[in-house]
């Protein structure tokens, strides 16, 4: 009985200690992955002396509103050699009348590929993405959706700048638009933590994915690696598995100049946006192995940091100073890296929303992808 009560004083340290390697884990996440991208020096290629002719892709499926709001920004965009394809994907609306006016306005620009829906056979996104790419007359690819819009007439020059020998995929950021609302605030900080963590890992030369709103690579690397072949049987993951199997050290480019920035229209209810995020929790299972490990490892520490907070003050209420000093030490490096990321991202406006939405977040999306991670997917929209 002696002996078990000598132990008493160890089993009191040892969930502090666990939070200890948490906090040390969140830390190195913080410090040494997005401090990365926090580091980096935004670059602008807009001014580049080579300008490769290149081909804007755009999937449509019942897309006429947005095609009208938005089309004529990437159809006006200041670039000297480039093309507008878009994939008319089974529309049942007005989007093949729009089209062709805007044919007839653009005849230089504008090129359209319809796609007839077949009575046995159920379209997928990389489907359209790949007639896309085949009708696509250029090398240079340019990808963005029909809901999304530049927010620069130079947005084609900065993407297109970022080509070179040896830079054949180029990753974009993609904002939402700013609305009312907490679930808005909560999509502006789940994407923006996303693009800090795609973005932060190519500057570490180990890309894994990116976001098809704003992205670009070459005809020469989609055909090499043989298309979407290794993950058709998924609709999703024609952006992110796409660079997750084809990425490498040294043949990835990021662009973060705010003429590069493409803005799309959230999700306006919870519903919507849980069947967003659950299709991209789909995709993931797919990624790299080593991809979803230190995915998975980043999730998880931050997750139980913050159960081990709970626990330590709730068992341990004399202690109190203690997690509270933890959690405030990471909070307060999160808004040292953070505020660097978010002025590059044009989100200063969230930062102080941090405490209550990284909370949010990472139990929202764990909970979405433990769900959603095995589902099978009905449709790419």
């Known amino acids: 009985?002696?002996?078990?009560?000598?132990?008493?004083?160890?089993?009191?340290?040892?969930?502090?200690?666990?939070?200890?390697?948490?906090?040390?884990?969140?830390?190195?996440?913080?410090?040494?992955?997005?401090?990365?991208?926090?580091?980096?020096?935004?670059?602008?290629?807009?001014?580049?002396?080579?300008?490769?002719?290149?081909?804007?892709?755009?999937?449509?499926?019942?897309?006429?509103?947005?095609?009208?709001?938005?089309?004529?920004?990437?159809?006006?965009?200041?670039?000297?050699?480039?093309?507008?394809?878009?994939?008319?994907?089974?529309?049942?609306?007005?989007?093949?009348?729009?089209?062709?006016?805007?044919?007839?306005?653009?005849?230089?620009?504008?090129?359209?590929?319809?796609?007839?829906?077949?009575?046995?056979?159920?379209?997928?996104?990389?489907?359209?993405?790949?007639?896309?790419?085949?009708?696509?007359?250029?090398?240079?690819?340019?990808?963005?959706?029909?809901?999304?819009?530049?927010?620069?007439?130079?947005?084609?020059?900065?993407v297109a700048g970022a080509f070179t020998t040896e830079k054949e995929l180029i990753l974009g950021y993609s904002p939402y638009f700013k609305t009312a609302g907490f679930l808005n605030k909560v999509i502006r900080f789940e994407t923006a933590h996303t693009a800090m963590s795609y973005l932060a890992y190519a500057l570490r030369g180990n890309a894994y994915m990116g976001v098809g709103r704003n992205l670009a690579y070459t005809k020469s690397l989609f055909f090499k690696g043989k298309g979407f072949n290794k993950h058709m049987h998924i609709k999703s993951g024609d952006d992110d598995l796409f660079v997750n199997h084809n990425a490498t050290a040294k043949n990835v480019q990021i662009v973060l100049h705010p003429d590069a920035h493409v803005a799309s229209l959230p999700k306006?209810?919870?519903?919507?946006?849980?069947?967003?995020?659950?299709?991209?929790?789909?995709?993931?299972?797919?990624?790299?192995?080593?991809?979803?490990?230190?995915?998975?490892?980043?999730?998880?520490?931050?997750?139980?940091?913050?159960?081990?907070?709970?626990?330590?003050?709730?068992?341990?209420?004399?202690?109190?100073?203690?997690?509270?000093?933890v959690y405030l030490l990471r909070l307060l490096s999160q808004l040292i890296i953070f505020g660097n990321i978010y002025k590059k991202l044009a989100l200063r406006g969230l930062l102080w929303w941090i405490p209550l939405l990284d909370l949010f977040y990472y139990f929202y999306i764990c909970i979405n992808g433990i769900f959603n991670r095995n589902k099978k997917q009905s449709s790419w929209k």
């Open 1 to 158: 009985m002696l002996q078990l009560e000598q132990f008493y004083p160890l089993l009191l340290h040892i969930p502090f200690g666990i939070l200890a390697l948490l906090l040390i884990i969140q830390l190195y996440y913080i410090y040494l992955v997005y401090g990365k991208l926090a580091a980096y020096k935004v670059e602008s290629f807009q001014d580049r002396a080579e300008k490769p002719a290149v081909s804007v892709i755009i999937c449509a499926h019942n897309e006429q509103e947005n095609l009208k709001a938005f089309l004529p920004d990437i159809l006006e965009q200041e670039y000297p050699n480039f093309e507008v394809v878009v994939v008319d994907d089974c529309s049942d609306d007005d989007t093949p009348w729009i089209l062709k006016d805007f044919a007839n306005r653009y005849p230089q620009k504008l090129k359209i590929v319809e796609i007839k829906e077949h009575i046995r056979l159920k379209n997928t996104k990389k489907f359209a993405v790949t007639m896309g790419i085949k009708a696509a007359k250029h090398e240079h690819l340019v990808f963005t959706d029909a809901d999304c819009q530049p927010l620069s007439s130079r947005w084609l020059a900065e």
């Open 268 to 325: 306006t209810t919870w519903k919507s946006y849980y069947k967003q995020k659950g299709r991209h929790a789909g995709a993931s299972v797919l990624y790299k192995g080593k991809h979803k490990r230190m995915l998975a490892i980043q999730l998880l520490s931050a997750v139980l940091f913050y159960v081990l907070l709970a626990v330590c003050a709730v068992t341990y209420p004399s202690l109190w100073f203690i997690p509270l000093s």
